[in-house]
């Protein structure tokens, strides 16, 4: 069974600073692209950034030049850094891996979510 666990979430005031990370566990034998999807309250869950295994990045419009995303394939962990935030960046957070292959299998996977909350 494959788990995605995050971390790094909370409170921050706008213009600061948040790093997120996602850490996959379980017989993984490669994992193709991570990346970090978010959901405000009333709107559809949408991409932030993903990254795939050669480091080949891909971000939202909102988002770029203010947040880098980066990953570390021996721990099959992704990162989200998350600087100069806006209020309109307060959102639930959520890590993804597509294409985990396993022993015997090949899937995607959720993470549980992090809040994000900026304001003043």
């Known amino acids: 069974q494959v788990q995605l666990v995050e971390s790094g979430g909370g409170l921050v005031q706008p213009g600061g600073s948040l790093r997120l990370s996602c850490a996959a566990s379980?017989?993984?034998?490669?994992?193709?692209?991570m990346g970090w999807y978010r959901q405000a309250p009333g709107r559809q869950r949408e991409l932030v950034a993903r990254?795939?295994?050669?480091?080949?990045?891909m971000y939202a419009d909102s988002v770029k030049s203010r947040f880098t995303i980066s990953r570390d394939n021996g721990k099959n962990t992704v990162y989200l850094q998350m600087n100069t935030l806006k209020p309109e960046d307060t959102a639930v957070y959520y890590c993804?891996?597509?294409?985990?292959?396993?022993?015997?299998?090949?899937?995607?996977?959720w993470g549980q979510g992090t809040q994000v909350t900026v304001s003043s």
């Open positions: 993804n891996a597509a294409g985990v292959q396993t022993r015997g299998s090949i899937g995607d996977y």
């Open positions: 379980g017989m993984i034998l490669s994992i193709n692209t």
């Open positions: 990254i795939t295994s050669g480091g080949i990045t």
